[in-house]
């Protein structure tokens, strides 16, 4: 008994195939010690909950097959600092980085088209947030308690921002909006107030 737990402690690294059965098996077995983490090529998806709360976790290699993040899939992952989006992925989808406290450099997916509700939330590090054009849908809470987010630039593609996707980021300095699509001025102000800027000249609206 004390030789495996020996072994386990010993894995920080290890490579998933989602596809594979015994790969997983291997994944789930260490998954509380793993502080790094390759997806094996040829991945459609990030599943939903595969990272969720592994703790130590500080880095994950996401290849270019990937299409989709799923729901909640790095939820909790508290030691995760950066993330890079390789261009195939085109959705985040709900609370995928939910709760990644020290998560404070993302690279985003030059074809991401949709980010989901509560994806961000809670990134109390993450400092800037420059949004790919051609994304369509930012969800409610996207960005919602990311406390030292001083700017996002968000394209003017986007046709749909929740009231709510920047609620409690009271750190915000400047918010880019070009938003060329997006018709529902009222909506983008209620987002503005929500965040907590205490002035609308800190942000540029350029329909």
């Given at each position: 008994m004390e030789k495996s737990e020996n072994i386990r402690t010993?894995?920080?690294?290890?490579?998933?195939d989602f596809n594979d059965e015994e790969s997983v098996d291997i994944f789930n077995s260490?998954?509380?010690?793993?502080?790094?983490?390759?997806?094996?090529?040829?991945a459609y998806e990030v599943d939903s909950f595969a990272f969720e709360n592994c703790k130590k976790?500080?880095?994950?290699?996401?290849?270019?097959?990937?299409?989709?993040?799923?729901?909640?899939?790095?939820?909790g992952c508290s030691s995760l600092d950066s993330v890079y989006m390789p261009d195939g992925v085109v959705s985040v989808g709900n609370g995928a980085f939910r709760d990644c406290t020290k998560l404070k450099y993302i690279t985003f997916s030059k074809n991401l088209k949709e980010?989901?509700?509560?994806?961000?939330y809670s990134c109390e590090r993450?400092?800037?947030?420059?949004?790919?054009?051609?994304l369509a849908r930012i969800g409610a809470q996207a960005f919602a308690e990311c406390i030292f987010l001083t700017h996002i630039g968000i394209p003017g593609?986007?046709?749909?921002?929740?009231?709510?996707?920047?609620?409690?980021?009271?750190?915000?300095?400047s918010i880019d909006f070009r938003g060329e699509r997006y018709t529902d001025r009222a909506?983008?102000?209620k987002a503005v107030t929500d965040s907590g800027i205490a002035s609308g000249e800190v942000w540029t609206y350029e329909p």
């Amino acid at each position: 008994m004390e030789k495996s737990e020996n072994i386990r402690t010993a894995v920080r690294t290890v490579t998933v195939d989602f596809n594979d059965e015994e790969s997983v098996d291997i994944f789930n077995s260490v998954r509380e010690e793993l502080v790094s983490a390759d997806i094996a090529e040829g991945a459609y998806e990030v599943d939903s909950f595969a990272f969720e709360n592994c703790k130590k976790l500080e880095s994950v290699d996401i290849p270019n097959s990937v299409k989709k993040i799923g729901a909640y899939a790095f939820a909790g992952c508290s030691s995760l600092d950066s993330v890079y989006m390789p261009d195939g992925v085109v959705s985040v989808g709900n609370g995928a980085f939910r709760d990644c406290t020290k998560l404070k450099y993302i690279t985003f997916s030059k074809n991401l088209k949709e980010i989901g509700e509560e994806a961000f939330y809670s990134c109390e590090r993450l400092e800037s947030a420059v949004l790919p054009e051609g994304l369509a849908r930012i969800g409610a809470q996207a960005f919602a308690e990311c406390i030292f987010l001083t700017h996002i630039g968000i394209p003017g593609s986007v046709e749909s921002l929740a009231n709510d996707a920047l609620l409690g980021c009271s750190s915000l300095e400047s918010i880019d909006f070009r938003g060329e699509r997006y018709t529902d001025r009222a909506a983008f102000n209620k987002a503005v107030t929500d965040s907590g800027i205490a002035s609308g000249e800190v942000w540029t609206y350029e329909p």
